[in-house]
């Protein structure tokens, strides 16, 4: 028999994790990047790996304002959550080779955000087969990389690529 060793979760699961007073999206931009595992920051929104990730290499676009939905954002902070889209496609597409993606911003509660009080839009890199008899049969995903080793490979690629970036829209 495998064993699937996921024992970053287990504070999570055993309530032992510390919670942080106020909205996480808010408070996570004033930690340690690499502490909380923001990958690239913008003037008005960070990208930042997902803790529970669906796949490796699940990110977020977070805007720094305390918004509930897209409609409540200015145009400077949409144009900036598409640009760091467009951004993570490319350095997720360096960095794993995805088949295709899902990307996606889940609104309100009953939309399925877990926190309904600061949008923030999902990219999840996906592959052939990347659902498999464990999600469908043992409702199990298997993740392997740790959020770690993925901040680690992903970090340089948001710098390289987003200096790159910047020259080339002053030329």
């Known amino acids: 028999m495998d064993h699937l060793w996921t024992p ?11 919670v942080a007073e106020g909205c996480i999206f808010c408070v996570k931009p004033q930690a340690d990047d690499a502490e909380v595992h923001i990958l690239h920051r913008g003037r008005l ?3 930042i790996l997902n803790r529970f990730p669906y796949n490796n290499g699940h990110l977020m676009v977070v805007p720094y304002a305390h918004m509930p939905s ?3 954002l200015d145009a400077g902070a949409l144009a900036e959550l598409m640009a760091l889209t ?5 350095v997720l597409r360096a960095a794993y080779a995805p088949q295709g993606f899902n990307i996606g911003v889940n609104i309100g509660t009953a939309g399925g955000a877990g926190v309904a009080g600061h949008v923030h839009l999902h990219i999840v890199p996906r592959w052939g087969g990347d659902t498999n008899y464990m999600t469908t049969t043992g409702q199990t995903r298997i993740i392997p990389e740790w959020l770690d080793q993925t ?5 340089p690629l948001f710098e390289r690529m987003s200096s790159e970036g910047d020259r ?3 030329r």
Request: one cysteine or more; glycine letters at 4%; a negative charge.
């Open 8 to 18: 970053w979760r287990m504070p999570y699961l055993c309530g032992e994790e510390e």
């Open 45 to 47: 929104c960070y990208v």
């Open 70 to 72: 897209l409609e409540d």
């Open 86 to 90: 467009q951004l993570s496609l490319r």
């Open 151 to 155: 901040y680690e490979r992903l970090r």
């Open 168 to 170: 080339q829209a002053t």
